[in-house]
């Protein structure tokens, strides 16, 4: 009996090594070397360090989740184990705040939408290594995220495995996930931090400030994050996902910061011994927002590039084409009568200054704004 095994492990021991041999000669006809697929220089099966699929700004085509299917069955390597049923939509909910569609469809440059199979190929061999084939491109998109979400790594927690070639009886019922979909995101008005930092141990985040008036995205600051970097749920339990705390760096923890804010920016600039109010433009720049562009992005005003530009608070920085044709005196409160409407702008407000009070004196006597007025006042 213990001859038997023996022989059976070199026989399997010899198989494994010629058709690792082969793998090895076909790889060396081909025009590829290390580092087509690994990125550092001694992968280890712990660390492959593999390439990662590129996705920025690759993708063009976008849908909103509910748009999208709400299940997809992946059957195509039913060899061995029974379908899977991606619950579609509830992951495009949970993408939408971090890579949205180009997380997965990170090569569809061009509707419609293609399947996985259009660019992986099913059988692993396949001329170019670089691409992975269909069964590594499933688990490189799926496993990090749920090994990280649920702890588990076996096949079986996403595969029913086929039993004598029968059927098994399903392990999930993916009809719960008909109609479903993924909890509201709470998004916070304000964040408070508690730090270690000597300059000031709590930073305020005003994220209405950031997402309201600087008109931030979800991925300008949450790209390629999972939810496993705020939640935490055991597969070994029913517990609901709860919140985890996470040691950073001080590389890390500033990296969303210094995109938008500069490097040298004084640190009690965020750091404080109170919580600090969100941004006012009237005590930052001295200058009230009035009721014409309270409401407005920052953008609107001092461009899309971050860090804003810094303007100052004349009309015509920004309004440098306004024409009798082009624009709605009655907007200002004031709407003009028949007389006035025909006139030029520069006619009561020399120069183009409409900083200054309008002048009457081009055509009246003794005539002076508000005193008299060249129309009527409105209720805007």
């Not at 001859?3 to 790889?27: D, G, P, W």
């Not at 760096?249 to 500069?262: G, T, V």
Request: charge should be positive.
């Amino acid at each position: 009996m213990r001859t038997n095994i023996i022989a059976l492990s070199v026989i399997i021991f010899t198989y494994c090594m010629s058709a690792q041999q082969m793998r090895i000669e076909k790889h060396s006809k081909m025009n590829i070397d290390c580092k087509t697929c690994h990125t550092c220089d001694v992968p280890t099966k712990a660390d492959p360090c593999l390439t990662e699929c590129p996705r920025e700004k690759i993708a063009t085509v976008y849908q909103k989740p509910e748009q999208t299917p709400e299940l997809i069955k992946i059957n195509q390597l039913s060899d061995r184990y029974e379908p899977v049923y991606f619950s579609h939509k509830l992951h495009a909910q949970m993408a939408a705040i971090s890579d949205g569609c180009e997380n997965c469809h990170h090569h569809n440059t061009s509707g419609p939408i293609l399947k996985c199979n259009k660019c992986h190929e099913v059988s692993r061999q396949r001329e170019d290594v670089g691409i992975p084939d269909l069964k590594g491109a499933y688990h490189r998109q799926c496993m990090d995220c749920h090994r990280e979400w649920s702890h588990e790594t076996g096949c079986n927690s996403c595969h029913n495995l086929k039993t004598d070639g029968e059927k098994s009886s399903p392990k999930f019922d993916y009809k719960k996930y008909a109609g479903k979909d993924h909890p509201d995101v709470v998004v916070p008005s304000v964040i408070n931090y508690k730090t270690k930092s000597d300059r000031g141990e709590i930073v305020t985040f005003s994220h209405n400030d950031h997402t309201k008036s600087f008109g931030l995205k979800c991925t300008n600051c949450h790209k390629h994050e999972s939810c496993s970097k705020c939640h935490d749920v055991s597969h070994k339990t029913s517990e609901k996902p709860k919140e985890v705390k996470t040691e950073l760096s001080f590389e890390q923890q500033h990296k969303n910061c210094i995109n938008c804010h500069e490097k040298n920016e004084q640190c009690n600039r965020c750091h404080g011994r109170e919580n600090i109010e969100p941004f006012n433009h009237t005590k930052k720049t001295g200058w009230a927002l009035n009721r014409h562009h309270e409401k407005l992005a920052c953008s609107k005003c001092h461009g899309q590039k971050i860090p804003y530009k810094k303007i100052d608070n004349k009309c015509s920085s920004c309004h440098q084409a306004w024409n009798k044709e082009n624009f709605k005196h009655s907007i200002t409160g004031l709407q003009l009568d028949e007389t006035h409407i025909e006139l030029s702008c520069e006619d009561c407000h020399l120069e183009g200054n409409f900083e200054l009070k309008p002048s009457c004196n081009g055509c009246h006597e003794n005539f002076s704004y508000p005193n008299k007025k060249p129309g009527q006042l409105i209720r805007n």
